[in-house]
């Protein structure tokens, strides 16, 4: 669980002057030998300030790495979420990448 507290300076515009909570779900399995699957669900419930006509926001992740050989993974992830606004598209993004680990045998 996750609370966002309302620090930024709403009438500069940084922020909402409420408070967001978060739920999340992390799972991880190793599929293979070398291949790991991800996921992540979560729901946040917006803080809703006078005026305002925001969306609590569900959000997902899936994804994937590989150990290439022992100091290298290659990894991928896909993730959306819905909009909190109704004048605004669910967004999604994909990211991909490498990590290498500089530990010695």
Not at 18 to 27: A, K, R, S
Not at 87 to 97: F, G, I, Y
Request: charged content about 25%; aromatic content about 10%; glycine content about 6%.
């Amino acid at each position: 669980m996750k609370i966002k507290f309302p620090t930024a300076d709403s009438d500069r515009g940084l922020g909402t002057g409420e408070f967001d909570e978060t739920i999340d779900v992390h799972l991880s399995k190793r599929l293979l030998d070398r291949l790991c699957g991800y996921l992540t669900l979560s729901y946040t419930f917006i803080g809703d300030p006078p005026d305002t006509d925001f969306r609590n926001a569900f959000r997902w992740s899936v994804g994937a790495a590989y150990s290439v050989t022992p100091p290298l993974a290659v990894f991928a992830f896909l993730e959306g979420s819905t909009a909190i606004s109704p004048v605004q598209a669910d967004p999604s993004s994909s990211a991909s990448a490498r990590s290498t680990s500089s530990r010695r045998r």
